[in-house]
Every structure is written in C-alpha cells, then in structure tokens.
C-alpha cells in the first residue's frame, strides 16, 4: 500500500552526550540515536497508526544500512530513499541541559555541506509516491545546499501536480547555513504560499520579528493554517478564522530531541484521521492540537527522537492517567 504521508528530507545519527550539562569540548562520550527531523515524522506516524514514506540520501556506509534498518523495521516506506557511493551519512552532536534541552554542537569535525543528504537527486524520486499520497512534510535545512534545492523543487511540483498538501516545519538550525541572513531570505520564501505552517517561537522571532500567532499569520498572507509551538508552555494555532492556544502536558522531561517531530507527526496522524478541514472547527482544532500536544510530550519523556516515540495506544493511555478520556482523539 503506498504510503499517504511523504517526509522529505535529512536521516541522521542524533550523538547526544552522555554527560548532562557539559559543553562540547568537555564531553566525554556520546550515544547515537537516530534521527533527523523528517525521519522522526515519518516514523512517529506509522507509530501512531498512519502510513508513511520517507524521501532522502543516505551513505552507502555503516551508519546508512543502520537508518535504513531503523526505517524498515518502523514501517517506513523507504522507495524514496537514495544512497550516495561517496558522501558520508550525516551525524551531528547534540549537547544536553539540566531542563532536558538540547544545543547542536556541530558535525564532528566534517563541513555540512558534505554530507549523503545533501546529494538528493531529483532525477531518482519516484513520482508514483505522489500519487497516493495526502501530504508531504519537510523542513528548511536541506535548503542551505545547492544540489538539493532542486530535488525539493521537484517534490513540491509533484506535491502540486497530484493534489498533496505540504506542510512545512522550519526547524531552523544555524549550524547548517553559512549565511544567517541569506537563510531568512530563503526560508521566507520556502513557506510564502505553504498549506501548513508550524513554527517554533524563536523561528517566529527570527524570522518574523514576533511570536504572536495572529502577528505572523498577518504577514503571511498565502498561509491560512500557522502553529507556533512553546516548548514546556504549550502551543497556538491560528486556522483561518479559528485561533486558540493549548497549554503543554506537564510531563518529566529526559530529552527534547524530536518533541516537535512527534508533534508534528501526531498533527498529521489526526488529519489524515478526520480531514484538513476539521482545523476550522473550534472544538476538532482543539482536539488535533491536544492530541499533538500529548504525542510531543510523551517524546520528551525518554531520550532520542524515534527511540523515544509513543504508539496510539500508549497516547490513549497518557490521556487517560493526565487528562481522564477524551473523546475525539
């Protein structure tokens, strides 16, 4: 069966530091979890109960035939993937807060530009994925690289040609782009004329100059479906005419890496479940984003980002211990 959701873009190794609280240089061992926020959505879906592909390039190295068995062992579609004979798989080194927060610390000595994901071959994409397909997610990173802006191109032509929507979450990560301003530039007009937006509050400010929902929505007048997520203070969402916020579930944070692709992963789930037009509805808008608040939430709760992804029936139980059973999810 093809897959109904597509995710576009970078599959890594997430090394996170063992050692809590300790810069960079003072880390003394590293644990890699796969990744790479694409990846996360895609197998944070088929977690969930939802089908799900994958588009990417990988190494043809031991760190790729390893993502590549993480997908396939989830459920992931993976005829989208590709494997370059030369570039590297990518791994980046994540250090971790007290809070549970994480800071990206780079990418073990290697330049970024040098990496399998950032060879995707437009030439190589399956256009039958397409076909089948409701939605397709990417993020901004792969936009900082040349050879890939093509590929992503493509796919959202593809996305056009076959009736997919497109959702968009930034993931604005500075240690990808060697030119802050250019990257502003770039990724304004990536999400100019996007089906679905979703935004982290620091992205909002970065790239908008303000973190009020309703502020942003206003200066972007081709998106009628925005979300700005707030990390341990929940959520807005502005859907048209429909606009509302979600306090977080207060839950023991052990990690954050991938929270929001479990969110995301947890929106969608709930759109392919009951339509995109549902988020004009005041009542189901507040059901899908409690829903993708809850998904968010259990990710922080182990570390990794697939790793630590729940299942439907591990979200159903969470809503039944924190929030007594609801009905719509």
């Not at 190295?61 to 993976?78: C, F, Y």
């Not at 959702?167 to 782009?177: A, G, H, K, Q, T």
């Not at 992963?265 to 993708?292: C, S, W």
Request: negative net charge; hydrophobic residues 40%.
């Amino acid at each position: 069966m093809a897959p109904t959701i597509l995710c576009l873009g970078e599959i890594l190794l997430d090394c996170l530091a063992d050692q809590i609280g300790k810069p960079y240089d003072a880390v003394e061992s590293w644990t890699a979890y796969p990744g790479g926020a694409p990846a996360n959505v895609a197998c944070g879906l088929v977690k969930l109960g939802t089908s799900a592909g994958f588009i990417g390039c990988i190494g043809d190295d031991k760190p790729g035939h390893q993502l590549s068995q993480v997908l396939q062992e989830v459920g992931v579609d993976i005829s989208g993937v590709q494997r370059h004979p030369h570039a590297p798989t990518r791994q980046v080194y994540v250090v971790r807060r007290e809070d549970g927060d994480r800071e990206f610390a780079g990418f073990g000595g290697l330049n970024s530009a040098d990496f399998a994901d950032t060879r995707l071959d437009a030439r190589q994409i399956p256009e039958s994925l397409f076909m089948e397909a409701e939605y397709l997610v990417m993020g901004t990173l792969e936009l900082a690289y040349s050879p890939c802006q093509e590929a992503i191109a493509h796919c959202r032509d593809l996305a056009q040609q076959h009736g997919v929507q497109v959702l968009i979450d930034v993931n604005w990560r500075p240690v990808f782009w060697q030119d802050v301003e250019s990257a502003k530039a770039t990724i304004r007009k990536a999400i100019a004329d996007v089906d679905l937006l979703k935004l982290a509050e620091e992205e909002a400010d970065f790239l908008f100059n303000t973190q009020g929902v309703t502020e942003v929505a206003t200066q972007l007048p081709g998106v009628n479906r925005l979300i700005i997520t707030r990390g341990d203070r929940g959520c807005s969402y502005c859907f048209g005419d429909v606009v509302g916020d979600i306090e977080a579930f207060p839950v023991t944070v052990q990690d954050t890496t991938g929270a929001g692709d479990g969110f995301v992963a947890g929106f969608l789930h709930q759109l392919q479940k009951h339509g995109v037009d549902a988020l004009h509805d005041p009542e189901n808008a507040r059901n899908i984003m409690t829903y993708a608040s809850a998904v968010g939430a259990l990710t922080a709760t182990k570390p990794g980002a697939i790793a630590a992804q729940p299942t439907a029936e591990e979200v159903q139980q969470f809503y039944l211990v924190e929030r007594g059973e609801r009905k719509g999810c």
